[in-house]
């Protein structure tokens, strides 16, 4: 599914091949000297999304944590900056609008950073595209969402498991083992006791969970739990395995020791956003790692659209460029991470802006002749399993 997914299409290609990205980050010493701040890692335009927090307020901030490490500031802006490029493109957008945006959103970013101030997006100061999807969210019942994505019989609910019917690229729900299915409840059942609420994690349903591009093969569940009573009040819950980050490999900066690579994604979500997702927790799962959070559509993000004007799709970047100087700030100072001080300076100095635009380009140019080689490859079914 996921080979599937990148064929024939950059922006999608990008986003699964995070390690080849950084594989082909160019040798500027851009990518050297900047602060070394606590970064997403795979900063991209899908990479942010609304969720509700344990206060069950939604946010809209970054939501994808699974490479996130300690590099230079620049990293996580060059991908992000590529990402608009190819998905300016892919929606018909020119290339003056594509650098246009990419502007918007490093000025932005650059004036948060100099501000000092840490904040945050919810409903009440979301502008534009993010409010728009805000007020879709607020007609959302959870009895409608769990509709969406279970069956009742007799009152009780269960995963609905996608069909043959359903094309590929549309399933969000497979078949789960029975040897799968134990060790969820199993892992959900331990995590279960050393919460104020074991029954709210009692296991209804498990099954596969199709979503995301980058991730897609490594071990993910969606399981259904009682939570404050079945049926309507059944919660949704997202499993998914964590594996090394891909950055570190190409990192000169030490990073700290974790226990495992999902208590560094945790921590590192929980230093970043201003308010974590709810439920989010590290779990091992048939003795591997993995997060537990909320359940959140895949959907429930901001997309480029060329229907919109151009100003909408600025004023995105630039909510866009502000939460990752959010995140940086709020982090500062923590583990090897550079001080406040250091980052507003950094975001008051206009000189590497330029440079890092025009790198973005070069990056996007790459990308484009990778994801053609791998288009090649496709067609001729060397992706193909006997």
Known sequence: MKYRKMNGDPFVFLRGTCHLFYDRLPSHSIFQTAPAVWSCGDLHLENYGSYKGNNRLVYFDINDFEEAVLAPATWDLVRMLTSIRLGAADKGLNRSVATRLCTAFVDTYASALAEGKALWVERDTANGLVKDLFEALRKRTRAKFLDDR??????????????????????????????????????????????????????RSVARR???????????????????????????????????????????????????????IVELQRRMQ??????????????????????????????LDASKRPAKIEQLLETMGRIVAWAQLRSAGRAGSVVADRLIDFGGDADWRPTLIALSEDCAAQVRKDSAVFDRAYKQKAFEVA
């Open 274 to 303: 201003a308010v974590s997702a709810a439920f989010l927790h590290p779990l091992v799962v048939g003795g591997l790692p993995y997060v537990l959070r909320e359940l959140q559509p895949t959907d429930d993000s901001v997309k």
């Open 210 to 264: 199709i979503a995301g591009t980058g991730s897609l093969g490594l071990g993910r569940f969606a399981v259904l739990v009682e939570g404050k009573g079945s049926p309507n009040g059944n919660y949704l819950l997202d499993l998914k395995q964590s594996t090394r980050s891909s950055l570190v490999g190409h990192l000169q900066i030490a990073q700290p020791k974790w226990e495992t690579e999902a208590e560094r």
């Open 150 to 203: 279970t069956k009742s019989r007799g009152g009780l609910r269960t995963l609905r498991i996608d069909g043959q019917e359903v094309k590929w690229d549309k399933k969000r729900m497979l078949a789960v083992s029975d040897d799968d299915r134990t060790v969820v409840e199993l892992a959900l059942g331990a995590f279960a006791e050393t919460q104020q609420s074991p029954g709210f994690y009692r296991v």
